[in-house]
């Protein structure tokens, strides 16, 4: 045994920590809007958090576009990282900034045009419906920002630079809880704005963290990552290499978001106050899920980055190792989410015997059951796709979900008779299912093939 896979293991750990800082942080500013909009005067408050936990699926429903964006800019910066291309590195982020600015436009306008209806579709009940609306709205005005930060912060994790987005993340939050605290309650003589202060804030939060990263590869702190503020030609080849990457990334959100919308569309139908608590859960989810998901976005990176080095031996390692600690991490979050439900969901101000806090509570100890599974899934989309596998994590995904947990969520809710709850059981029944599958295309080895072989920039664009 040599030591190599320790020294892999801290090399992950050393990458990962601060990727899971940034995760915590994007986290905590959605907490914090729950948070402060669940201390607003009764009923608008119960209305706020209906509210919050709609929006929040809209959110995620319309980051389909941008997710393969991201996951296919961020494989071919870690391929190229790798292989020692810094033109290609250099083009690759020049380009994919113009068609975020695009794509953040286009989704911020269709969702703030859109917002009423999507939240009418759902289910959201009247007076809920208006409170989304005010929430969503300007809220969606700050997409392209808001996308922008996310792909520099994925751009900063492709070459292994993980602690400028973190502090970024930091200030930005340090904003976000200021204006939300002022702007949702009223403080500091300015205006009690309800939700639509949370998203305000929000918003201009989001929008300070993308230009301190744009400053940050404008002023040269990290090598070899600058970002000049021009127009470059679109690169119409690097575009279908982005696509072909993305798609089924963005389509992989897609069936997650359908999952997650058709067990909303069931709780609402069963009782409105499953909804709120379904949104609580899933923000408490959200940040016990963050280590995992932080260890799985840099396994993403030192996957692609051995692919692209050619060393399929090491992409093994580090997944081996990502299993390791994901594992090892969830699993001491699962006790403590099981054993601090009730502190946890008291966080949001919810009144004790209330039918909201039992509901939150069924909902979160379920998460915690399952969260060991949950950190072998991980693992394995982080490998898939950081080697540009992501036909395979979408194929797991859509079996896991489609096949497994939406026609389980209507026999247990509904033929079973178990309600809200059969709706929160089909989630870790269908986790388990997709890491069945996933460990099977693991060890069938065409992950380690897969991806694209990178294209250089045109001549007249190389020294961009």
Known sequence: MSTQPRSITRQLFDLSAPVIGINVLNVLMLGVDSALCGRLPHPMSDHALEALGYALQVVFLLMVAMLGLIVGTIALVARAYGAGDQSRMQHVLIQSTQLTAVVGAFVGLAG???????????????EVLATGVAYLRPLMIGTPFFYLGLLYAGIFRGVGNTRVPFLCAIVANVVNAGLNYCLVLGHFGLPQLGVTGSAIGTDIAQTLNAGLLVYAM??????????????????????????????????????????????????????????????????????????????????????????????????????????????????????????????????????????????????????????????????????????????????????????????????????????????????????????????????GGKWAVTGLTPRHPPATMAEA
Request: some cysteine.
């Open 112 to 126: 703030a045009a859109l917002a009423g209806p999507i939240l009418s579709v759902l289910g959201a009940s009247d």
């Open 218 to 443: 404008r002023s040269g702190s990290v090598a070899n990552l600058h970002l000049p503020i021009t127009m470059r030609p679109l690169d119409r080849g690097l575009a279908r290499d982005l696509f072909r990457i993305g798609w089924p990334a963005a389509l992989d959100m897609l069936v997650l978001n359908a999952g997650f919308l058709t067990a909303l569309g069931m709780l609402g139908r069963i009782d409105q106050v499953t909804v709120a608590a379904h949104g609580l859960g899933m923000r408490v989810q959200s940040l016990a899920f963050v280590p995992g998901l932080g260890i799985a976005q840099a396994t993403g990176a030192m996957v692609g980055q051995a692919l692209g080095a050619k060393d399929v031996a090491r992409a093994k390692q580090v997944f081996r190792s990502a299993v390791l600690l994901c594992m090892a991490i969830m699993t001491l979050l699962a006790f403590g989410i099981v054993i601090a439900s009730y502190p946890l969901v008291h966080i949001f101000d919810v009144a004790s015997g209330s039918s909201l806090e039992s509901y939150s509570v069924q909902w979160m100890r379920l998460l915690g059951y399952a969260m060991l599974p949950t950190g072998l899934n991980v693992a394995l989309m982080g490998l898939f796709q950081g080697s540009g596998a992501t036909k395979t994590s979408l194929a797991m995904n859509f079996w896991g979900t489609m096949a497994v947990q939406v026609p389980l969520a209507i026999v247990f809710a509904f033929a079973l008779d178990l309600g809200a709850y059969g709706v929160w059981l089909s989630f870790p029944v269908s986790i388990v299912a997709k890491c069945v599958f996933g460990i099977v295309a693991y060890r």
